[in-house]
Nanobody, 126 residues
Framework: QVQLVESGGGLVQPGGSLRLFCATS????????IGWFRQAPGKEREGVSC????????RFAESVKGRFTISRDNFQNTVWLQMNSLEPEDTAVYYC???????????????????WGQGTQVTVSS
């Protein structure tokens, strides 16, 4: 059974930092690209970042470029997202997901992902 579980969300002031973790199980992580997505109330789910299976391809949404970083540890079956210089506009539920197609290139489109975690809330507010 494929599982992805996010953790690390919480309340942070503007300009602060958070690190989100995605723990995976039920599949061989080495083969799969992983993406991070977010959804704010009343808005559609949007791609934030993705990382390929060998970490050779990494992509970011323009809104977070330069502020967020993504990395993975296939041995520990974990992917994480480091978020710095957070803004109120970053407030959302954040999800990690597994890309359905085996590829050396990741895709930031949510439609390309087949299994999703339950999400973790990130709130940026003073």
């Amino acid at each position: 059974q494929v599982q992805l579980v996010e953790s690390g969300g919480g309340l942070v002031q503007p300009g602060g930092s958070l690190r989100l973790f995605c723990a995976t199980s039920g599949f061989f992580l080495d083969y799969y690209n992983i993406g991070w997505f977010r959804q704010a109330p009343g808005k559609e789910r949007e791609g934030v970042s993705c990382i390929s299976r060998r970490s050779k391809d990494i992509r970011f949404a323009e809104s977070v470029k330069g502020r967020f970083t993504i990395s993975r540890d296939n041995f520990q079956n974990t992917v994480w997202l480091q978020m710095n210089s957070l803004e109120p506009e970053d407030t959302a539920v954040y999800y990690c997901a597994r890309q359905s197609v085996l590829s050396d290139y990741c895709d930031i489109n949510p439609g390309e992902y087949d299994y999703w975690g339950q999400g973790t809330q990130v709130t940026v507010s003073s």
